[in-house]
């Protein structure tokens, strides 16, 4: 069973991602930090990644199959940012078909522009181990320094701007196409995570007994 997350930047993808693939055993493929990772090497990638821009469709593609490639994994993935557009839903759905998989789920975070803007601009990075904190809602431990966090660039107003732009431009056209071939569900991102984990994993529960009963 693989499953697409979506949700504007904010919407707290992150930690519900983490939290059903702890419960249910899935691969986690966040695709910021994979491409943060590749842009420590790459500095046009990580110019344009600050800049707010999404990397092309073809490029991003090609990052995702060599890793997943590489591992050998096709099946029991959570993917968070991936796809961002219809191209790339049409390439990952082709390249899973290679595979003999696709796509069984789409769960989508529902929060305002107004809501994303106050959580992402008080996000604040640990320079050394990378780890993400957030000045409102996920204050960093009592021995972390917060003096010490830094604001990406990428967390700054203008850019997050131009993110959620480019997300109501894009993938709103891109659900409407995953809708074609699979179940997608709409979820309210903004309560507490408690509450939105429970919703999401009777979601879960649902479809994997949907898939379990259809392959019997």
Partial sequence: MNIVLFGPQGSGKGTQARLLCEKYGFFYFESGAYLRKIAETNIDLKKSLGEGNLVPD??????????????NIYDDILFDGFPRTVDQYRYLKKWLTQKQVKINLGLVLEISEEETLKRLSARRQDPVTGKIYNLITDLPPAEIDANTLIQRDDDKPDAIKKRLELYHLRTELLIKEIQKDTKVVRVNGERSIDVIQKELEEIMRFNINIIKNAKN
């Fill in 58 to 71: 073809k490029e991003m593609t090609s990052y995702l199959t060599a890793f997943f490639d590489d591992k």
